[in-house]
């Protein structure tokens, strides 16, 4: 029997066996490697660690109902993946060795997949670092992409039950012209003394406002933001948010079922006009809103009253889980299921 408490996994780094790693080293990348060691060896003059040459990624593998496992839209994260590397001058990675690093980093840790009808996922996580070292500001010449998995739970620790989430307009995690439309480490740097004064004011996260006139709502925390009102799913358009995958997708579902779908600036007046609220990605996957608080005039924004999720949150949830854990067929080629 597994020693692994599924139930109770939490959003977090687990110790699995195996991580993947590749350099690229006189302008190409070289083979796979497989380490099972925590550490990498860094230079003391890296640009990842003075310069901010540094990328991310996170992808979702689940176990299936009919016990095959699936990862969630590879090749879309590969893609944003390059769109953050050209973003910070490092090399992309070709689509192909991206998808291989990823097969091969899950069936590793095969057995830190979490098994069906637990609320768990392996979460998986490619990293892009410059490696070469350099002292005056440019892009290094040498640089590591990683990818290490590990089973996690909710982020928010309600799980699919309402959070609460606040408003700030004294911080801004990406300037409009800047770093906000992909996945690089700096943007979550900026994003945590918002983040952290929220969870100590009582809040699961910071919602962040577009950084130029702090009248529209950009996302909230690492997560995409999104409201429901007449039939309609609406979610932010701005060039600082990140072009989440989870909303991207729900956006295919929310027009299947039939509702119209808006991507248009939200003017933080128009919280008012919503049904119901809601976070999304992939750690987030949906987590409903109850309670928007403007933190600097103490405006509430009240949703789903009896403590429960909106019925049409609760319907987008369940068919993105659907497809993602093979319940529903998945039309769109989303799917990579593991030979
Ligand atoms: N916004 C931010 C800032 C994030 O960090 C994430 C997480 O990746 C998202 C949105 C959601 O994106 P995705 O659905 O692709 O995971
Ligand atoms: C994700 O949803 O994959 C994220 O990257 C969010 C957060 C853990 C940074």
């Given at each position: 029997?597994?020693?692994?408490?599924w139930?109770?996994?939490?959003?977090?780094?687990?110790?699995?066996?195996?991580?993947?790693?590749c350099?690229y080293?006189?302008?190409k990348?070289?083979?796979?490697?497989v380490?099972?060691?925590?550490?990498?060896t860094?230079?003391?003059?890296?640009?990842?660690?003075?310069?901010?040459?540094?990328?991310?990624?996170g992808?979702?593998?689940?176990?299936?109902?009919?016990?095959?496992?699936?990862?969630?839209?590879?090749?879309?994260?590969?893609?944003?993946?390059?769109?953050?590397?050209?973003?910070?001058?490092?090399p992309?990675?070709?689509?192909?060795?991206?998808?291989?690093a990823?097969?091969?980093?899950?069936k590793?840790?095969?057995?830190?997949?979490?098994?069906?009808?637990?609320?768990?996922?392996?979460?998986?996580?490619?990293?892009?670092?410059?490696?070469?070292a350099?002292?005056?500001?440019s892009?290094?010449?040498?640089?590591?992409f990683?990818?290490?998995?590990?089973?996690?739970?909710?982020?928010?620790?309600?799980?699919?039950?309402?959070v609460?989430?606040?408003?700030v307009?004294?911080?801004?995690r990406?300037?409009?012209l800047?770093?906000?439309?992909?996945?690089?480490?700096?943007n979550?740097?900026a994003?945590?003394?918002?983040?952290?004064?929220?969870?100590?004011?009582?809040?699961?996260?910071?919602?962040?406002?577009?950084?130029?006139?702090?009248?529209?709502?950009?996302?909230?925390?690492?997560?995409?933001?999104f409201?429901?009102?007449?039939?309609?799913y609406?979610?932010?358009?701005?060039?600082?948010?990140?072009?989440?995958?989870?909303?991207?997708?729900?956006?295919?579902?929310?027009?299947?079922?039939g509702?119209?779908?808006?991507?248009?600036?939200i003017?933080?007046?128009?919280?008012?006009e919503?049904?119901?609220?809601?976070a999304?990605?992939?750690?987030?996957?949906?987590?409903?809103?109850?309670?928007?608080?403007?933190?600097?005039?103490?405006?509430?924004?009240?949703y789903?009253k009896?403590?429960?999720?909106?019925?049409i949150?609760?319907?987008?949830?369940?068919?993105?889980?659907?497809?993602?854990?093979?319940?529903e067929?998945d039309k769109?080629?989303?799917?990579?299921?593991l030979?």
């Open positions: 029997m597994s020693a692994i408490d139930k109770g996994l939490l959003f977090g780094y687990f110790k699995t066996d195996y991580n993947i790693r350099s080293i006189n302008g990348w070289g083979k796979l490697e380490s099972d060691s925590e550490y990498i860094l230079h003391i003059a890296a640009t990842c660690l003075h310069y901010g040459q540094e990328a991310f990624e992808m979702k593998a689940f176990t299936g109902i009919d016990g095959k496992i699936r990862i969630f839209r590879l090749d879309e994260n590969g893609k944003r993946m390059n769109r953050s590397a050209l973003g910070l001058m490092m992309e990675i070709p689509a192909e060795l991206f998808r291989e990823v097969i091969k980093a899950v590793l840790n095969i057995k830190h997949i979490p098994p069906h009808g637990h609320g768990a996922s392996l979460y998986i996580r490619p990293l892009l670092i410059g490696t070469g350099q002292v005056g500001v892009p290094a010449k040498e640089y590591m990683l990818i290490f998995v590990g089973p996690v739970g909710p982020y928010f620790k309600e799980g699919f039950s309402p609460r989430m606040q408003i307009k004294d911080f801004d990406a300037a409009p800047g770093t906000g439309s992909i996945k690089v480490g700096g979550y740097a994003s945590l003394r918002a983040g952290d004064r929220a969870h100590q004011e009582g809040y699961a996260s910071a919602i962040f406002l577009d950084a130029k006139e702090k009248k529209y709502i950009d996302e909230a925390g690492p997560a995409n933001f409201g429901i009102k007449n039939n309609t609406v979610t932010p358009d701005s060039v600082s948010i990140l072009p989440s995958i989870t909303n991207m997708s729900l956006r295919v579902i929310a027009e299947e079922m509702m119209k779908v808006e991507k248009r600036q003017p933080v007046e128009e919280l008012a919503f049904e119901e609220v809601g999304c990605g992939t750690a987030a996957v949906i987590s409903p809103i109850c309670k928007i608080v403007d933190r600097e005039t103490g405006k509430e924004y009240i789903c009896n403590g429960k999720a909106g019925p949150s609760e319907k987008l949830y369940n068919k993105l889980k659907g497809i993602q854990e093979g319940l067929p769109y080629g989303w799917i990579t299921v030979e």
